[in-house]
């Protein structure tokens, strides 16, 4: 739960891997990201950097953003790799990267360097942003989704803090009471 970014796509070419990399790599360098580069299609055995091309990397207080490729030029995300057959279809090429702890500025950041990589490498790409940054360019409304966001999460440990558990309930029915607490309580505000 929170305010995350999920994201699919097809880059045009194979080559063109190499040179994204490059720039993702000097991008994320200036702004003192972690990052990791994966150069391993064509090892023996099926582990987690046998399959893929790409490059990960990560803001403070952010999940791994990974822009890592099949040979057939589709995303995906190494560390569901791991996860083999236990996979829903379509799993591995869909990665969501909850971008709330991080702030607006780096979740801004993030999104508009995936849009350009869109547009200058990709033959196809979806992004949903629960901020509404990347579809409307508005850094006002992602402020608000932010606070939203923020304000659920405080919400949420204040009644966790006010209402236990009962020795009595079952954790179902905690989490319905905890439901309903939340519901009373946003209706007045």
């Known amino acids: 739960m929170g305010l995350c970014i999920h994201y699919t796509g097809k880059i045009r070419q194979l080559s063109a891997i190499e040179d994204m990399m490059k720039e993702v790599e000097e991008i994320v360098n200036t702004y003192g990201w972690k990052y990791s580069v994966y150069h391993n299609f064509e090892k023996h055995g099926y582990g987690i950097n046998n399959k893929i091309t790409g490059i990960r990397f ?5 999940e791994t953003v990974s822009l890592c490729f099949f040979k ?6 190494p560390h569901y790799l791991q996860y083999g057959s236990s ?10 990267v909850k971008t709330q702890f991080t702030g607006l ?14 547009r200058k490498y990709f033959e196809s790409f979806v992004l949903e ?5 990347f579809e409307t360019e508005n850094p006002a409304i992602a402020q608000q989704k932010f606070e939203t966001y923020d304000e659920f999460l405080r919400t949420t440990s204040t009644a966790i803090q006010i209402l236990a558990m009962r020795a009595d309930e079952g954790i179902g029915d905690y989490a319905k009471r905890l439901a309903k607490y939340l519901e009373q309580n946003s209706k007045k505000k």
Do not use: F, M, R, W
């Open 129 to 133: 942003d629960d901020s509404k940054y």
């Open 58 to 62: 990560s803001p403070p207080a952010c």
């Open 72 to 77: 057939d030029c589709t995303l995906c995300d």
């Open 87 to 96: 996979l829903q279809p379509g799993e591995i090429y869909t990665h969501s």
């Open 105 to 118: 500025a780096n979740h801004i950041i993030v999104v508009s360097l995936l849009k350009y990589l869109a």
